[in-house]
Each structure stands twice: as structure tokens, then as C-alpha cells.
């Protein structure tokens, strides 16, 4: 006779399907409702599913087994024990359990998607200036959330020692992300192109704008170019179409909507390709756009 399954073995299934090494209440909730109405009744160890109001005295319980063990300074979060989970557990990993609505943009996207070589030493993360901002947690789909509640984000100053720089996003502003699994588990990323595009209209959030600039040389190749474009009129901020056309003109790479983008271009006072530096006699004429940083990086690609 087959040995019924229990609700860490359960638990350990599902979360062993991601290679995730943490699990927070609700994910906890999430996993265990899905095992509860796939296992047919006598094949388990419990009744009914767990609900939103009995989860955590069930993962307290699991901790005082030795299945779990807590995570310190980060209530609801839990480490798994299993032998497959002793490896070190990620920021990025504990980050989108404590809010399931966190995207890495900015210096951490940069260094995500290798367009920079230097590993940072913050997080740069993204979350709605209001509730979830139409997502839902990264893996899972709206069936699991069927009579559920939307998960509260909580914000923490540092996960790991390491500090976190929260930006919050209006609702016309959540596109251009993605999730990947590198290591397994999903991570709510910004795509590259989105990535290219908020270095510059936030170098300062990015490591400077020579570093934004180096990351568009190093990825030149990589860039999806009609992506890219849809993202540049989505966001309808004219010095953006200045900025890249320019820089793409530098790298040497061409796109449809230069032409259009050439069209809105005038000089004002924010017409300059480093938003957060002074003004500077360097001049494109063609993009009506002060080239107030060196552009020495766009040139010199893999440095």
C-alpha cells in the first residue's frame, strides 16, 4: 500500500518542481490547495484544502517539525530543509516572496541580463504605486487565485545585507517585463529593451550614464529593434525618441520610426542625452539634443 502523502511532502513536491528554497505563506497557500484538488482524498494525509486563515499555524507547525525552518528578520518566510534546497538561497528569490508583485529593473536588470559586468552591490526593484498593478504572483495563473484574496507586497530596507531601492510604478508605466527561470524558480524581470530605455530616462539608477551607455554597446547585437520601438512611442516622452535615435544612429543601427521620431524632435529644456547632468555646448543638430556625456562608451564595446 502506498504511504499517503502529508502536507510537507506536498509542499516539498511542488516547490521541488521550481527548485525554490524559500516559500512564503501565500505561496504555501497556493501549492497546498493545488495538492488538494489533484490527490484524490485517500491518497492523503489531510482534509480540505488549507485556507488563507489556517496557513500559517500549518507552516509553524512544519518548522517545529524540522521541515521548514524561518527565515530570520522576514516573518512568513521559511527556508526549506529538503536536501535539494541546501544550496544558497538568491536575493532575487526572497525578494518576489515578500512581494509578489516586485520586477528587477534598472542596475539590477542590467547586471540580470549581462549587459554590464560588474555585479551590484544593491537591488534596484520596481513594485505598483497602487495594489498588484494587474499581475499576479510569478508562478502561478489566475485559476490559482479563484476565491482568493490579492496578496499584499511587504518592503524590507535589505534582504541578505543587501540594500533594496524601491521604485514605485504608476499603472501607465507596468510594461516591458518579462519572467525568466535561470536558476528554476520564475523572476519578474524588465526585457532588455525596456532595460536599454529606463537607463535612459534614469542613469542615475543605473550606475551613471556611461555605464547605461556601455550596456547599449555591449547588447547592440541583441537588441529587438522593432521591441524596442514599440516601447519608445509607448512611453509618448519625445526626448526619448531623441535620445535613441541618436544612439542607435552612434551604433550604427537603423529603425522604422527614426524617421517619426526625427519629426518631434525640437531643442527645449530637456532636450539632452543625460537627463540628470547640466547642459553642454556639444550639439547634435540633426537631434536637436545637447551630448552632455561623453558617448566615448558607445564605441567601445565588451569594456
Known amino acids: 500500500m502506498k504511504k499517503k502523502l502529508s502536507l510537507a511532502d506536498a509542499?516539498?513536491?511542488?516547490?521541488?518542481?521550481?527548485?525554490?528554497?524559500?516559500?512564503?505563506?501565500?505561496?504555501?497557500?497556493?501549492?497546498?490547495?493545488?495538492?488538494?484538488?489533484?490527490?484524490?482524498?485517500?491518497?492523503?494525509?489531510?482534509?480540505?484544502?488549507?485556507?488563507?486563515?489556517?496557513?500559517?499555524?500549518?507552516l509553524r507547525r512544519l518548522a517545529e517539525n524540522g521541515e521548514l525552518a524561518a527565515l530570520p528578520h522576514l516573518p512568513q518566510l521559511y527556508r526549506i530543509t529538503s536536501p535539494y534546497a541546501r544550496t544558497p538561497i538568491q536575493e532575487d528569490e526572497i525578494l518576489l516572496e515578500l512581494h509578489p508583485y516586485a520586477t528587477l529593473g534598472f542596475l539590477s536588470a542590467f547586471a540580470f541580463h549581462s549587459m554590464i559586468n560588474d555585479l551590484p552591490k544593491e537591488l534596484h526593484v520596481t513594485i505598483p504605486e497602487q495594489g498588484s498593478g494587474g499581475m499576479i504572483p510569478s508562478g502561478t495563473n489566475p485559476d490559482d487565485w479563484f476565491g482568493l484574496d490579492t496578496v499584499p507586497g511587504?518592503?524590507?530596507?535589505?534582504?541578505?545585507?543587501?540594500?533594496?531601492?524601491?521604485?514605485?510604478l504608476t499603472s501607465t508605466r507596468i510594461f516591458g517585463q518579462e519572467e525568466y527561470s535561470p536558476l528554476g524558480y520564475p523572476v519578474r524581470v524588465t526585457t532588455p529593451e525596456r532595460t536599454l530605455l529606463d537607463g535612459l530616462l534614469r542613469p542615475e539608477w543605473c550606475g551613471g550614464m556611461e555605464n547605461v551607455l556601455r550596456a547599449w554597446a555591449n547588447y547592440k547585437d541583441l537588441i529587438n529593434l522593432n521591441v524596442l520601438g514599440e516601447l519608445v512611442d509607448r512611453f509618448h516622452v519625445t526626448v526619448l525618441c531623441q535620445r535613441v535615435g541618436f544612439i542607435l544612429e552612434?551604433?550604427?543601427?537603423?529603425h522604422t520610426s527614426i524617421e517619426a521620431w526625427l519629426s518631434r524632435s525640437h531643442r527645449g529644456g530637456s532636450s539632452k542625452l543625460a537627463g540628470n547632468l547640466p547642459f553642454a555646448p556639444t550639439f547634435s543638430k540633426r537631434w536637436m539634443l545637447s551630448i552632455n556625456t561623453p558617448v566615448d562608451a558607445l564605441h567601445s564595446e565588451g569594456t
Do not use: M
Open 11 to 58: 509542499l516539498e513536491d511542488g516547490l521541488a518542481k521550481e527548485n525554490r528554497r524559500v516559500v512564503s505563506s501565500w505561496r504555501a497557500l497556493v501549492i497546498l490547495r493545488r495538492a488538494t484538488s489533484k490527490t484524490p482524498s485517500h491518497r492523503r494525509r489531510w482534509v480540505g484544502s488549507p485556507t488563507p486563515g489556517n496557513i500559517k499555524s500549518i
Open 154 to 168: 511587504r518592503v524590507v530596507d535589505k534582504i541578505n545585507k543587501l540594500p533594496i531601492h524601491w521604485h514605485r
Open 250 to 254: 552612434e551604433l550604427g543601427l537603423s
